[in-house]
């Protein structure tokens, strides 16, 4: 029930839906006055939300810092979470998105010694295709790059950060590595929600930020500053998502 209660949150407090709800109030909206003020409303969010330099500021606050290869040691594996890709039944083709750079890292970080095994933790976070499961895909993407089995970890029923912690905690007492040193490679806006979780069920990881949204340099040129990027929404949701996420985690004693 959390897991579908969670969908539909996110879903509302999205900005994109924001924005469509007022839209749809001016349409229906009989008073011009009242008409007017919801469509400059919109317009007024649809900027804020679609701007990137303060989408690039906000995240410049929220993502937890990544760190650079001189300062890190040797992990016993990286903990990859899930949320990196799709599946193509049709051509039986796996299409990655924007945070596989999850995985591309730990592939990285894996062929240059910094972790010995790359452990992938995610099931299907979808509600439609809930048999569809990234971790045997992943498996089958890995064996494809030449990385031997025996150093890939797959977990493949979680479908939240509640349960990658969860089920990836128990994967590891299983496998008598409950004590190791473990490297956690997650998107950069969601690396606090994620060490919250790992947290709580007494995983102790070290963080390794990817994907992140704000540059080491800020940008002033005129296109970044003032013309709208329809991209930043798709931003924006999911950051309120992890906003929202983060409060209920809290709220419900998972992180």
């Given at each position: 029930?959390f897991?579908?209660?969670?969908?539909?949150?996110?879903?509302l407090?999205?900005p994109?839906?924001?924005?469509?709800v007022?839209?749809?109030?001016?349409?229906?909206?009989?008073?011009p006055?009242?008409?007017?003020?919801?469509?400059i409303?919109?317009?007024?969010?649809?900027?804020f939300?679609?701007n990137?330099?303060i989408m690039?500021?906000?995240?410049?606050?929220?993502?937890?810092?990544?760190?650079?290869?001189?300062d890190?040691?040797?992990?016993?594996?990286?903990?990859?979470?899930?949320?990196?890709?799709?599946?193509?039944?049709?051509?039986?083709?796996?299409?990655?998105?924007?945070s596989?750079?999850?995985l591309f890292?730990?592939?990285?970080?894996?062929k240059?010694?910094v972790?010995?095994?790359?452990f992938?933790v995610?099931?299907?976070?979808s509600?439609e295709?809930?048999?569809?499961?990234?971790?045997?895909f992943?498996?089958?993407?890995?064996?494809?790059?030449?990385?031997p089995d025996?150093?890939?970890?797959?977990?493949?029923?979680?479908?939240?950060?509640r349960?990658?912690?969860?089920?990836?905690?128990?994967?590891?007492k299983?496998?008598?590595?409950?004590?190791g040193?473990?490297?956690?490679?997650t998107?950069g806006?969601?690396?606090?929600?994620?060490?919250?979780?790992?947290?709580?069920?007494?995983?102790?990881v070290?963080?390794?930020?990817?994907?992140?949204?704000a540059?080491?340099?800020?940008?002033?040129?005129?296109d970044h500053l003032?013309?709208?990027?329809?991209?930043t929404?798709?931003?924006?949701?999911?950051?309120?998502?992890?906003?929202v996420?983060?409060?209920?985690?809290?709220?419900?004693?998972?992180?």
């Amino acid at each position: 029930m959390f897991f579908f209660i969670s969908k539909i949150i996110s879903f509302l407090f999205s900005p994109a839906t924001w924005i469509f709800v007022l839209l749809l109030f001016a349409l229906f909206m009989k008073n011009p006055k009242r008409k007017k003020k919801i469509l400059i409303w919109v317009l007024v969010l649809f900027y804020f939300f679609s701007n990137s330099f303060i989408m690039e500021e906000v995240n410049r606050l929220w993502e937890v810092p990544a760190v650079a290869y001189k300062d890190m040691k040797t992990y016993d594996a990286g903990i990859v979470l899930g949320g990196i890709l799709t599946y193509d039944i049709k051509l039986d083709r796996i299409q990655f998105q924007g945070s596989a750079d999850r995985l591309f890292q730990a592939m990285e970080l894996y062929k240059t010694g910094v972790i010995k095994k790359i452990f992938f933790v995610g099931g299907s976070g979808s509600i439609e295709f809930s048999y569809i499961k990234e971790g045997m895909f992943v498996r089958r993407y890995l064996l494809t790059l030449g990385i031997p089995d025996k150093d890939i970890w797959i977990e493949n029923e979680s479908r939240n950060t509640r349960e990658n912690a969860v089920f990836a905690n128990e994967f590891l007492k299983q496998h008598d590595y409950s004590s190791g040193n473990f490297l956690l490679i997650t998107s950069g806006s969601h690396m606090r929600r994620a060490l919250d979780c790992f947290e709580k069920v007494g995983l102790k990881v070290s963080p390794y930020s990817v994907d992140r949204r704000a540059s080491q340099i800020r940008r002033y040129t005129f296109d970044h500053l003032l013309i709208p990027n329809i991209g930043t929404l798709a931003s924006w949701e999911a950051l309120v998502h992890e906003w929202v996420g983060i409060i209920v985690y809290k709220i419900k004693g998972y992180a």
